[in-house]
């Protein structure tokens, strides 16, 4: 997968969403001021960011395989403790946080229980463990109608919904189970981005951000622009100042 871009690039594609999204996934958690936080797969630092204004920088830790990634996130929060590393091997001690937060990762993991257990073991007890994923199949529209208009022209083309395992309530509790956790509960959170016009929409795949970014660059120019066009279709051709809704999946459970 292609996470290491620009924070420029991920910005234009998916952190106009992340920033959104990242207020919420902390309400969702309960964060609290002065709380220990910890950003698992922090991308480009949308919710460490948002975190940092929370509880403070000094007491936010982010982690992301990308070096690029975590560079922008450690550049966008100066007093966070930022690493490069996954959430398979979280290199932080049993009990170091109060809340464990992963926007947008789970589905990206090597070995999502893997993960999500190290984010059990790094919070202490009675603290919170809680993440989010795309919906995948309808309510990410900027993604939906990508893909659709990709399976429109290419049966084969690899759609996120069709080859990812966490995106609906039923699976992501399922993860929270197995790993031990406590009062477990899901939830939608319910965002929205506006795009100046078409291009502002079809522009940040050709940065080859994710799997629909690599799979817009694996196009040769005929195709890339055959699916640009199904794409304009399907958002109605736009002429000027567009808003498209995402909504993900979040889940939260407690380190008994
Ligand atoms: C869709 S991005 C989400 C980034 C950020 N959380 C956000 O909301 O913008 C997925 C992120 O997961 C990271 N990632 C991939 N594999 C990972 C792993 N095993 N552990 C932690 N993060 C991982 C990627 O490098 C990328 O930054």
């Given at each position: 997968m292609t996470f290491t871009t620009s924070r420029e690039n991920y910005d234009a594609f998916m952190g106009r969403y992340a920033d959104r999204l990242a207020p919420l996934l902390i309400g969702y958690a309960g964060v609290q001021v002065g709380q220990r936080a910890l950003d698992v797969g922090?991308?480009?630092?949308s919710l460490t960011e948002a975190l940092g204004e929370l509880v403070g920088p000094e007491h936010v830790a982010a982690v992301d395989p990308s070096g690029p990634f975590a560079a922008a996130s450690a550049e966008r929060v100066p007093a966070a403790d930022v690493q490069v590393g996954t959430a398979e091997s979280l290199p932080w001690p049993d009990d170091a946080f109060d809340v464990a937060l992963s926007q947008l990762v789970v589905n990206f993991m090597s070995d999502a229980d893997a993960g999500v257990g190290e984010m059990r073991r790094v919070v202490r007890p009675g603290g919170t463990v809680a993440a989010c994923t795309w919906d995948?199949?309808?309510?990410m529209t900027m993604l939906r109608t990508f893909w659709d208009a990709a399976l429109a022209l290419d049966p084969e083309a690899w759609d996120e919904a069709r080859n990812t395992?966490?995106?609906?309530v039923d699976s992501l509790r399922g993860l929270w189970l197995r790993t031990g956790l406590g009062a477990v509960e899901t939830d939608a959170l319910l965002v929205e981005t506006s795009y100046r016009d078409f291009d502002d929409y079809w522009?940040?795949?050709?940065?080859?951000?994710?799997p629909a970014g690599e799979y817009c660059l694996s196009l040769d120019p005929d195709r890339r622009a055959a699916l640009r066009e199904e794409c304009r279709r399907r958002l109605d051709d736009p002429e000027g100042p567009f808003t498209l809704s995402a909504t993900a999946w979040a889940v939260k459970g407690r380190v008994d």
């Open positions: 922090c991308g480009p630092g995948y199949w309808g309510g395992r966490y995106q609906d522009e940040p795949f050709t940065g080859g951000v994710g």
